[in-house]
């Protein structure tokens, strides 16, 4: 298991771990459906190139936990898949990464139109019903002991039949279906920020 960092639990175990492969197997945590957005990172070594059966091994994921994780209390945490662990300067240069891609990324427009006409009608329907849905899926993730976000970074070994360089990489955000990922995508850069802004001497 890699060590931790600061406040980030990290390594290939916990409670992050687990809500994140069950998001992976069933798009569902806690009888509550998510889903899957291509996440545009303006980095290099980032690609956007949609591909459903794009081959890769997530590195670092990045969870917003409004109510605090279940186990840890923390709301914000990035877990590092380091087979063999890793030295704390590895780790803390993958923390730094993984905040830099959260801060440059965006959801596209090509992203949005390949959602599901019957997803943008459950937001739709989610905007009749609260004035501010961003906020009801906020005070639902933490009275349910759920993440709002959850960005996962991977490192591609093949997309869209090509084996790109090495150091190519893929972001994705998971969100609550009923959510539009724009506004969960801000909640986490927000909430990102001020964890750097109360880290500030």
């Known amino acids: 298991m890699a060590e931790n960092v600061s406040e980030y639990p990290s390594g290939d175990s916990g409670y992050n771990v687990q809500v994140l ?4 197997d069933n798009f ?3 009888n509550q459906p998510y ?3 291509l996440v545009d990172v303006e980095q290099d070594n980032f690609t956007n190139q949609y591909d459903p059966g794009f081959l890769g091994l997530m590195t670092t994921a990045m969870f917003l936990w409004p109510g605090g994780n279940p186990e840890t209390g923390n709301r914000l945490e990035t877990i590092i898949h380091a087979p063999g662990g890793g030295s704390g300067f590895e780790n803390a240069e993958k923390v730094q ?8 990324a965006s959801i596209g427009a090509a992203t949005l139109e390949r959602v599901h006409p019957e997803t943008k009608e459950n937001w739709e329907e989610c905007k009749r019903k609260h004035q501010v849905p961003i906020l009801y899926a906020t005070n639902i993730s933490a009275l349910l002991g759920l993440p709002l976000a959850v960005m996962q970074i991977s490192q591609v070994s ?4 090509q084996v ?3 150091d190519t990489r893929i972001a994705h955000l998971w969100a609550p279906a009923y959510l539009s990922p724009k506004p969960v995508l801000f909640a986490l850069k927000k909430a990102l920020r001020e964890l ?4 500030q001497p």
């Open 21 to 24: 492969q069950q998001l992976r």
């Open 28 to 30: 569902v945590v806690a």
């Open 35 to 37: 889903d899957n957005y």
């Open 97 to 104: 990464q993984t905040r830099a891609a959260v801060l440059h």
């Open 158 to 161: 093949r997309i869209n039949m």
């Open 164 to 166: 790109p360089s090495p």
């Open 196 to 199: 750097i802004a109360e880290e």
